[in-house]
């Protein structure tokens, strides 16, 4: 069975740094793009970064400059290191996998970040 496992969320405050990691197992397919979406209340789910196979990389506007993903293909393992945190950052960040021809989709369960002082 498949699962992905998120972990580095936390409480940080404002200007600070954090490490997101996510390690995917069970996906018998070829992992062709891991990413991260993040979801703040009231808000909908949104694309922070994602990355692909030959490490192609994509950023939402409101982090670039800001956070890098980079993933270990071997491990089926992306971080996500996130500098200049700020309050608007806060939110739940998903991991996701998207696996074999058909992209098939893959979540984790979320792990909170929290930028206050």
């Known amino acids: 069975q498949a699962h992905l496992v998120e972990s580095g969320g936390g409480l940080v405050q404002p ?3 954090l490490r997101l990691s996510c390690a995917a197992s069970g ?3 070829s992992i062709n793009v891991m990413g991260w ?11 922070v970064a994602s990355i692909g196979r030959y490490a192609d990389t994509l950023y939402a506007d409101s982090v670039k400059g ?4 980079s993933r270990e293909n071997a491990e089926n393992t992306v971080y ?3 500098d200049s945190l700020k309050p608007e950052d806060t939110a739940v960040y998903y991991c996701y ?8 989709e893959y979540w984790g369960q979320g792990t909170q970040v929290t930028v206050s002082s």
Not at 66 to 69: M, V
Not at 97 to 104: D, E, I, P, Q
Request: without cysteine.
């Open 27 to 29: 996906i018998i397919f």
């Open 66 to 69: 800001r956070f890098t993903i």
């Open 15 to 17: 200007g600070g740094s």
């Open 80 to 82: 996500l290191h996130m």
């Open 97 to 104: 996998a998207a696996a074999g021809v058909s992209n098939r």
């Open 37 to 47: 979406y993040r979801q703040a209340p009231g808000k909908e789910r949104e694309l």
